[in-house]
């Protein structure tokens, strides 16, 4: 996975084929109450158990967070994913199409 993301260092941004996102509950509120506010992020590199996302979408209750912002977020908090290629999405509930449609060819 890291070297998808690629390194933290790396300021180029190239096209890929491949698209990720990775939907993060991040916490709010009193910490009593748990509460998680779920957010689809972009992820741009990872350092050990954090991945450094951009976040696509405005928050309701995180106030610490804005649309378009990069947070180092530990990947405890991941509640879902989708990697997207060639016109195909994959889910943790159809991810073994990508691998079974490679053992085929």
């Known amino acids: 996975m890291a ?27 009193d910490k009593e109450e748990k509460e998680l506010e779920h957010m689809w992020f972009i992820p741009q590199s990872r350092e050990g158990d954090r991945i450094y996302a ?34 195909y999405s994959y889910t943790p509930n159809t991810i073994y199409q990508l691998f079974s449609h490679q053992q085929t060819h």
């Open 54 to 87: 951009k976040l696509l979408n405005v928050p309701f209750y995180v106030q610490e967070m804005e649309e378009g912002g990069i947070y180092p977020i530990d990947i405890a908090f991941i509640t879902d994913w989708v990697i997207s290629y060639e016109g």
């Open 3 to 29: 070297k998808l993301l690629g390194s933290k260092e790396s300021n180029e941004e190239t096209e890929s084929p491949w698209q990720f996102m990775i939907k993060f509950g991040i916490p709010y509120g």
